[in-house]
């Protein structure tokens, strides 16, 4: 499947204009493709190199009965699973209205990778609008005309890194499908050989001590090859040797100190954290050891899970720490009561500014991606299965057994599993957490989020 950007937002803003700029050509009206609603059009677009398919969900004008509320929501939610990103078009001269809301709660609901665009962007009347959409929390918005074609090269920043992000996935995951095609097929997928860098974000509260952590990276390695600034208009990414390891780091502090310009965008840094976070693989949530687990730390981390990322947790500053092995222990365990959905992550004491712990986080990063990549055999996943039930059977609700027969792993980055099940919906979340809980452990899976999903085997 190739690549899918599809464009949402309420009628009018300029979706369809767009479309034809990026498609480059006046498409007819309506694209009658199996699999795609009639209101929905698909076309090629590209920008400079970028190759893609566009989902255009207007068409919507015509329509003024009661139903268009929800025609629209269903169309979106629609437009929404097929695209790999959505670009959320408002109108910059109309101004936030109260259906952009209901757009970006859509978005927000159904876990969107989102590009907010303020289109009609040209001229003064545009700037307000500008900082009200950072309201709607889903990141800094491109400002564009797409009837002018201004604001596309900021629209290419923006996709560059979510689709070389997912032409890698295709890559990596392009093995597991074409084990059995001939060898003399010259049509046959290649599969990259080149090592792409590991991605890594470093999120955290301002003073935490991420530009530090950063700087001592680089200076360690005097390896410096950035900062590149524009590979997305807000993340400021430094492309890095590790411990050997080439890596790409979003730096959210650069990020922040970009916006300091207008101090009204104090709210960033947590759009900022969320988008860096989209990027990466691993995420490295660092705490100041004097207010570690503060509020805007467990909502990057609870995010960080969400998106399937692998987490490292690194409490910075333990230079300042004196009592260490008490103070260990404290965070551990604020850490399980906290963030029990990370459970098992690790845990890293570092000093930034000394560069004691470095080591040690780099190691663990290491490990996080490793495991978030790691496939388990089918033949032993069910071995382990067995055993699990045996262990413990699965309950009994209303008399009903619950009986599983068949698990498999369907995905990586994060793990992702399948449980062919009864009655999937009588299945207790307790039971649920048991099986992830024992893969975690048996199989040494920390550092990752672990999806376990139950499908119905009739
Ligand atoms: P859609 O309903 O979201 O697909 O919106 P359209 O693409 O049909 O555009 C709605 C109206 O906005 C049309 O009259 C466009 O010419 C106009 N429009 C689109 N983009 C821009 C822009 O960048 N600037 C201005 N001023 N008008 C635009
Ligand atoms: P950012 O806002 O997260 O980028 O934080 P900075 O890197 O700007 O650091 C905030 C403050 O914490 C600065 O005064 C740093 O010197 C200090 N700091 C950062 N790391 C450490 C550390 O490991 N130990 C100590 N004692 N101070 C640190």
Not at 238 to 243: L, P, S, T
Request: aromatic share 4%; with cysteine.
């Amino acid at each position: 499947m190739s690549f899918t950007l599809a464009i949402v937002g309420r009628p009018n803003v300029g979706k369809s204009t767009l479309f034809n700029r990026l498609v480059g050509k006046k498409l007819a009206l309506v694209d009658d493709q199996p699999g795609v609603t009639r209101d929905l059009r698909e076309g090629e677009g590209r920008i400079a190199d970028l190759r893609f398919t566009v989902i255009d969900s207007a068409g919507l004008e015509e329509a003024t009965d009661d139903s268009l509320q929800g025609r629209m929501r269903r169309l979106t939610e629609r437009a929404v699973e097929m695209a790999d990103v959505c670009l959320f078009m408002i109108d910059a001269r109309a101004g936030v209205l109260p259906a952009d809301e209901v757009f970006a709660d859509i978005l927000r609901k159904k876990n969107a990778n989102v590009i907010l665009a303020a289109n009609k962007g040209e001229g003064k009347a545009a700037d307000a609008t500008i900082l009200e959409a950072y309201a709607l929390g889903l990141g800094e918005p491109i400002r564009m005309s797409a009837e002018h074609g201004e604001g596309m090269g900021e629209l290419m920043d923006v996709l560059r890194p979510i689709y070389d992000a997912h032409e890698e996935k295709a890559a990596a995951d392009a093995p597991e499908v074409d084990v059995d095609v001939g060898e003399d097929d010259e049509d046959a997928p290649r599969i990259p050989t080149r090592a792409k860098p590991l991605q890594i974000a470093v999120v955290g509260r301002p003073n935490a001590g991420k530009s530090t952590l950063i700087n001592k990276i680089i200076g360690e390695e005097r390896l410096l090859t950035g900062p590149e600034a524009g590979i997305t208009r807000d993340a400021i990414s430094v492309q890095q040797d590790w411990g050997g390891v080439p890596m790409r780091i979003f730096d959210t502090a650069g990020m922040r100190r970009k916006a300091k310009v207008q101090e009204k965008l104090e709210k960033l840094s947590v759009s900022d954290g969320l988008r860096a976070v989209k990027f990466a693989e691993v995420v490295v949530v660092l705490l100041d050891v004097e207010i570690p687990f503060e509020q805007q730390d467990l909502r990057i981390a609870d995010l960080a899970e969400r998106e399937g990322r692998a987490v490292v947790v690194a409490v910075n500053k333990w230079d300042v720490e004196d009592e260490k092995q008490t103070k260990l222990k404290e965070l551990r365990e604020s850490f399980e009561r906290l963030l029990p959905q990370l459970r098992g992550a690790p845990l890293v004491t570092v000093s930034a500014k000394t560069g004691k712990g470095l080591d040690r986080l780099q190691q663990a990063i290491m490990r996080a991606h490793e495991v978030w990549n790691r496939r388990i055999s089918t033949a032993h996943l069910n071995r382990w299965l067995t055993g699990m039930l045996e262990q413990h059977p699965p309950p009994a609700p209303g008399g009903k057994r619950i009986k599983m027969r068949y698990m498999t792993q369907v995905k990586t980055r994060p793990p992702a599993f399948v449980v062919m099940t009864s009655h999937p919906d009588l299945m207790p979340e307790s039971y649920k957490r048991y099986l992830i809980n024992g893969l975690r452990v048996d199989f040494d899976m920390p550092g990752t989020p672990i999806r376990l999903y139950l499908r119905d085997q009739g």
